[in-house]
Structure formats: structure tokens, C-alpha cells
């Protein structure tokens, strides 16, 4: 991400044009003003912010997240906002750029990676890798929000932030915080109890695994084709028979493949085994679709928890 500094540059010039046409009208919205990279964060200010935070995602629905670079606007956003949330790890190296600069910044920032205890990357047996990873770099798995746990350890933090911003809202947050804290539970419990029951604990995506910290919140253990967050590629020879060896061998009932992807590679440990192909969606981002249906956390995980009771069986 070359581009950054280029980018930075037109986007202060562009902010210096919009300042020109501000009107008085532009004061009249004192909701604290949030922006977020990716989903979770954007639907965890909404739950607990509600009609006090104005709060917007830059990524689009529909939109893969790896591949996102922000566009001078985003940057701008990023720069007027009250709080900025964003993952933290290596898809947001392009953050520490514009945090570091001299240009406005946002008043508080957040980094959902630093609210929590983070993992080393995995590489389970069987995962095909890219060629260039170099393994003596160590790289910590960012997918902290696909622990329902972690998800609510980040809306304690969102929720701290929003009260120190604005004090006047704080009984609000304290009182949609309880609120979602009782409704992240439930689902937690939900999990464990369908893990409990479970006759086979292994889970098998036949894609990338952006899931271990969900996985290790409730004992499960899996393989994988692709390591988290791994760019689009072939699976090797190897890591199709390996894993068609272990569903065979295991007899599990479901390969799962994650949102936005083609499914391929699921589509041919199924075809082999006979497995049923399901979605497990890591709420990176959701569709526009989903987006406009007003999907959240925790609807997707509960949809999650309905896919993981069939795969447990
Ligand atoms: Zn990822």
C-alpha cells in the first residue's frame, strides 16, 4: 500500500476544499460520530450507542475486506471522527499511517486486537500456505471478534469510550450495555451447550479458517484449507485428500466454506464424501443484502449456531 501517502495528500486537499462549503446545519448533530473499518465494531456502537452515536463502516457491504484500501474520503472520515475503531494486525498496516501523521486526528481510537488476548496464527496439518509467508515473521490472528466472549470484552470498551466522550448519555450506554451483555451470553451458552452435546468436535473448512478464537473459546478443534486470512488461491493435491481423509475418516456430516467465497473447494471434499456444504460466516462484512435486512452479530452467529449444531452431530 504504496498509494497511502498519495492518498493522504489528496485527501487533506480535499478536506480543505469541503471545509469551504460547511454550513451551519453540519453543527446541529451532536451524536458522538463513530467509524468503523469492518462490521462487528459497526454493529457492536449500534447496539450499545443507539440513537446517541452516528456510526459508519468503510468497508461496503458486499465487499471483501482484504482487499480493501481506503479512498482519500475514507481517510477524512477517519480523521473527523470521535472514535475510530479498526482491527489492528496486518490487513490494517495502512492504519498506522494515517494515525502517525501529523494531520487531524480522530479523539479516541480503538484497536479490537489490543482489547483482547491475541493468538499466533495457526497452521494446522494439511493447510496449504502461500509461498512468500515467511516463517520466521510471527503474525497474530486478528479474527478476535468470532469469540462471542471477546465480542462482548470490545463492547465493554466501546461502551467505556462512548461514556468518557459523552458522560451526559452515560446511563444509556450503561443500560444498552447490560442489555447486549445479557444477549452476547445467551448466545455464548447456546454455543457451549450445543458443543456439549456434540458427538464429533472437529469442525472442517474446506476454505480459509478465520475462526480460531471461536474455535478455541469452546474446544473445537479443525482443519482447514487456508490459513485466516490468506489471499485466494488453489488448495494443493495434499490438502484436498487430507481433508477428504478426515471427514471420511471422523464422519462429519458438514464442510464448511465462509462468506464471499466461491465454495469451491468445499464443493469438491463434498462431492467425494458426501458431506453437506454449509456456511459458517465470520461477520468480517455481510452482503448488501443482509446489510439492508438489518443483520447483526448476533443474528449471524445465531444462523452460525444453527449450521454448527447440524456439523456437530
Ligand atoms: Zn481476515
New binding site residues.
Given amino acids: 500500500m504504496k498509494r497511502i501517502t498519495a492518498i493522504i495528500l489528496s485527501a487533506v486537499f480535499l478536506a480543505a476544499l469541503l471545509c469551504g462549503c460547511k454550513t451551519d446545519n453540519d453543527k446541529s448533530d451532536d451524536r458522538v460520530n463513530v467509524v468503523t473499518t469492518i462490521f462487528p465494531p459497526y454493529d457492536f456502537v449500534r447496539q450499545v450507542g443507539g440513537d446517541n452515536v452516528n456510526v459508519s463502516m468503510l468497508l461496503k457491504p458486499g465487499t471483501e475486506?482484504?482487499n480493501y484500501d481506503p479512498t482519500p474520503q475514507d481517510i477524512i472520515k477517519i480523521q473527523d471522527a470521535d472514535i475510530f475503531i479498526y482491527?489492528g494486525g496486518e490487513?490494517d498496516e495502512w492504519v498506522r499511517e494515517i494515525l502517525e501523521s501529523d494531520d487531524k486526528q480522530p479523539k479516541k481510537v480503538i484497536a479490537l486486537t489490543d482489547c483482547v488476548d491475541t493468538v499466533q496464527e495457526d497452521i494446522t496439518t494439511g493447510m496449504t500456505v502461500e509461498e512468500e509467508n515467511d516463517s520466521d515473521k510471527i503474525e497474530y490472528d486478528?479474527?478476535v471478534w468470532t469469540s462471542p466472549q471477546n465480542a462482548l470484552t470490545i463492547s465493554r470498551k466501546i461502551t467505556e469510550v462512548l461514556e468518557e466522550l459523552d458522560s451526559k448519555n452515560k446511563k444509556s450506554y450503561e443500560k444498552n450495555m447490560l442489555e447486549y451483555a445479557r444477549e452476547l451470553s445467551s448466545l455464548d451458552n447456546d454455543f457451549k451447550e450445543a458443543v456439549d452435546k456434540a458427538k464429533n468436535k472437529t469442525l472442517i473448512f474446506g476454505d480459509?479458517f478465520?475462526m480460531r478464537y471461536f474455535a478455541d473459546e469452546y474446544g473445537l478443534g479443525y482443519f482447514a484449507a487456508f490459513p485466516?486470512?490468506s489471499s485466494d488461491m488453489e488448495p494443493s493435491a495434499a490438502t484436498i485428500s487430507f481433508l477428504i481423509n478426515k471427514v471420511r475418516e471422523k464422519k462429519i456430516p458438514v464442510v464448511f466454506t465462509i462468506e464471499f467465497s466461491n465454495g469451491k473447494v468445499a464443493d469438491t471434499i463434498c462431492e467425494a464424501t458426501g458431506a453437506k456444504k454449509l456456511e459458517f460466516h465470520?461477520c468480517?462484512n455481510v452482503s448488501q443484502e443482509m446489510f439492508d435486512d438489518g443483520a447483526t452479530y448476533i443474528s449471524i452467529m445465531r444462523t452460525n449456531l444453527k449450521n454448527l449444531k447440524e456439523a456437530l452431530d
Fill in positions: 475486506s482484504h482491527v490487513s486478528e479474527h480459509r478465520p485466516g486470512c465470520s468480517h
